[in-house]
């Protein structure tokens, strides 16, 4: 896997690994407290999932898991383009293809709202070849799949649920390109298709190696992440499987960042179903919350006084006291946070 490098596989969509990375990597003029419009945003349509993977905090139950409101959803979106959001993601901590109007909310950012960039990810478990079809058509730009098992009983082991889901994901992988390849025949429009997997510990790479293979000309790139331990929430059972924990969110295998300061509080916002603005990408518990978005504009709460001490506190390279700083010493106790 040549140490668990990006693989482009045909060549033809943009790289994902590539908006991936502008993302992660701040620029100057977003290292402020009260930074511009951010270019990315994730909106949960849903915090409901079928999975219950032990790397992820939201099998904890720390919230409700409940379905944005339409009426929240149509008023967001269009507020978020106007103020300078050019890539929007339906998605955030759930799973959006257990949201019945996924399709709708798509073709509603792209065309009502004009957005350039709409893009998704998702487990590929409820990602049927009519779905993934009828969200393309909608005007979707990228869909990318969470391909975390190398096998069934490495999906047995970790995902939580009943082993049909594992056939049902590969399934719908693969029948993917062709819904693509359909859709642009008969539209002109074209979907970049990708898929991710984590990297576990040391021996993940060679693990996923013939997984990778399965799906080599049906996706359009392949790129490995790192294990986070989602502000801490998850990282002692991780370390308890032999896994090898990072801290902070650095971004993709390949390109890692340094964990201060974090380019979610700066780059990208995160909406949560009920209108929550939230500074961190793994926000089980609410305690990132820095605004919402039911009763402040979204330029208020992106430059809201929370967010902006926050946002001190990382720039002087220093989160201790703050909830960032479990988030970033988790994983190895040598990184500090002064």
């Known amino acids: ?32 407290i009260t930074p511009p419009c951010p270019r990315s945003a994730k909106i949960e349509l849903t915090a409901r999932c079928n999975y219950g993977c032990a790397f992820c905090a939201r099998s904890l139950k720390l919230r ?3 379905d944005m409101a339409w009426t929240l959803f149509e008023r967001l979106l269009p507020e978020l383009r106007a ?3 050019e890539e929007i993601g339906m998605f955030y901590l759930g799973e959006s293809f257990l949201s019945p109007w996924l399709e709708d909310a ?72 062709a819904v693509r390849d359909r859709v642009f025949a008969e539209t002109g429009h074209r979907c ?25 000309g049906v996706v359009d790139e392949v790129y490995a992440l790192p294990l ?29 960042r340094e964990p201060i300061p974090c380019w979610a509080l700066f780059t990208e916002a995160h909406i949560t179903y009920e209108g929550k603005l939230s500074a961190c990408c793994f926000d089980h518990d609410g305690r990132f919350h820095m605004g919402d978005l039911k009763t402040s504009g979204f330029l208020e709460a992106w430059r809201s006084a929370p967010f902006a001490r926050l946002r001190a506190a990382h720039l ?9 700083e479990t988030c970033v010493v988790c994983a190895t106790p040598e990184v500090s946070v002064a």
């Not at 040549?2 to 596989?9: F, G, K, M, Y």
């Not at 490495?154 to 390109?177: C, H, P, T, W």
């Open 192 to 216: 970049g298709l990708f898929a991710s997997y984590i990297d576990y510990d040391g021996d993940q790479g060679e693990r996923m190696r013939d997984a990778i293979a399965d799906i080599v």
């Open 228 to 256: 986070y331990s989602q502000a801490d929430l998850v990282a002692a059972s991780e370390r308890a499987r032999g896994w090898t924990v990072t801290p902070g969110n650095r971004g993709r295998v390949g390109a890692l």
């Open 64 to 66: 409700d898991h409940k």
């Open 1 to 32: 896997m040549d140490d668990n490098a990006r693989q482009v596989i045909g060549g033809a969509a943009p790289s994902i690994t590539s908006r991936i990375d502008a993302i992660t990597l701040i620029p100057e003029e977003y290292r402020a």
């Open 316 to 324: 002087s390279g220093d989160v201790s006291g703050t909830v960032c």
């Open 83 to 85: 103020a300078g959001v």
């Open 106 to 177: 798509i073709g509603y950012a792209k065309h009502e709202c004009g957005f350039p960039y709409v893009f998704l990810t998702t487990n590929g478990s409820l990602a049927t070849p009519e779905r993934i079809d009828s969200c393309m058509r909608a005007g979707l730009d990228s869909l990318k799949f969470s391909y975390n098992f190398a096998d069934i009983e490495q999906f047995r082991a970790i995902a939580g649920v009943k082993d049909g889901l594992f056939a049902d994901m590969k399934s719908n992988i693969l029948a993917a390109r």
